[in-house]
């Protein structure tokens, strides 16, 4: 079992940038990772995967353009740089695992091996 320890949210205003982390008590080498957020009120929504080997990576249209996902396995991380920031990224920001797909397949449809607890992510002028 993995521990999924999400960090870097906060308050930014439009326009600018954050960068999450995803810190993992273990390797992460074996896992496809992803980024999901969920706004007040709505459901838990896919925002970005990424392969195991870091070679592939898929975005929600909404932020295709904007966010970027990346993993360092070294380290047991992964990254959502978020730039261009608008109102509408506003929410909690968890990362997940998925074990069984190298490409992380599952996680577009919201399933995965284990979750993190959040950071919450406000945009606000």
């Known amino acids: 079992q993995v521990r999924l320890i999400e960090s870097g949210g906060g308050m930014a205003h439009p326009g600018t940038s954050l960068r999450l982390s995803c810190g993992a008590s273990?390797?992460?080498?074996?896992?496809?990772m992803g980024w999901f957020r969920q706004a007040p009120g709505k459901e838990r929504e896919f925002v970005a995967r990424i392969s195991r080997s870091g070679a592939d990576k898929y975005y929600t249209d909404s932020v295709k353009g904007r966010f970027t996902i990346s993993r360092d396995n070294a380290k047991n991380t992964v990254y959502l740089q978020m730039d261009n920031l608008k109102p509408e990224d506003s929410g909690e920001y968890f990362c997940a695992a998925d074990l069984l797909s190298a490409t992380g397949d599952r996680l577009s449809d919201r399933q995965a091996d284990y979750w993190g607890q959040g950071t919450t992510v406000t945009v606000h002028s």
């Open positions: 273990g390797s992460i080498s074996t896992y496809a």
